[in-house]
């Protein structure tokens, strides 16, 4: 990371104004990430290994457009919180979203922690379509309000997990604040992203967040979920609805449609 690339960055996440490592700076930063970097897994879908090469990410997910998943998303965030000046720590989860919170589940999933005037805070923007839109406060149990609902993390010795309140609370992610070497995101990246069950390997996702709603497509279903908890469901029928979403909705820009229409035609 360099100035250039940082102001770069922030022109993608249409962050204006100065900034500094204060805990505005990342909020500001936090919020507006999720809402113009889409997550999406159009590489792995369409039989690509994303790279995690911090050059190669910032050049996919700043410089053509693109979105990505956990590993791109947050390797991205940290590069550019650690040259304004910000402690950052990568950390792995273990996903049991939509099950039951000690389901068992491998390490795969990467988000950071922040250390900031002595307090500590979960740091994440890249889990789709439960996304953080705000820093959360590590070590306190009790519901945080984020611009896009509340979350929680609560504590077990030393597990942690990660609950969002959708009608009820429904838990996230485990994850105990271990050491993460790059193989170990080497190896759970090349997983996910090549492992025939993997879901990211069989459906195709894509999901944003704005100060409105949450916008999530899988499974030819666009879901709105507005901030209020309102529900929309858009059947999505056709490939030309699909590539207008993915522009009009996502956002997404460079080789994105090319790569589904490839994949399409198989």
Not at 66 to 81: A, I, K, M, P, T
């Amino acid at each position: 990371m360099n100035e250039l690339k940082l102001e770069k960055y922030l022109q993608r996440i249409h962050y204006s104004g100065t900034y500094d490592a204060s805990l505005d700076t990342l909020k500001k930063i936090h919020q507006r990430h999720p809402k113009h970097i889409p997550f999406e897994n159009i590489d792995p879908y369409t039989g690509t290994v994303p790279s995690l090469n911090t050059e190669d990410v910032f050049q996919k997910l700043v410089v053509h457009g693109r979105g990505g998943y956990c590993y791109e998303q947050n390797l991205l965030l940290s590069e550019v919180l650690k040259y304004i000046g910000f402690h950052v720590q990568l950390q792995l989860g273990r996903v049991v979203w939509k099950r039951e919170e000690n389901s068992t589940a491998a390490k795969t999933h990467l988000f950071l922690t922040v250390d900031f005037e002595g307090q500590k805070y979960l740091v994440d923007c890249g889990f789709g379509t439960a996304t953080l839109t705000a820093p959360l406060v590590l070590n306190d149990e009790k519901a945080q309000q984020t611009p896009n609902g509340l979350f929680k993390i609560s504590r077990k010795e030393q597990d942690y997990l990660l609950w969002t309140l959708r009608e009820e609370w429904f838990p996230v992610y485990r994850f105990a604040l271990d050491h993460v070497e790059t193989a170990d995101l080497e190896i759970a990246n090349w997983y996910l992203a090549t492992f025939p069950g993997s879901g990211f390997k069989k459906s195709l996702v894509l999901s944003k967040v704005d100060e409105n709603a949450r916008y999530t497509y899988t499974d030819h279903v666009l879901n709105i979920r507005s901030n209020e908890g309102l529900k929309e469901s858009v059947s999505i029928d056709s490939d030309l609805q699909l590539f207008e979403i993915i522009k009009n909705t996502f956002g997404l820009r460079g080789n994105a449609i090319d790569l589904l229409k490839k994949k399409l035609n198989e």
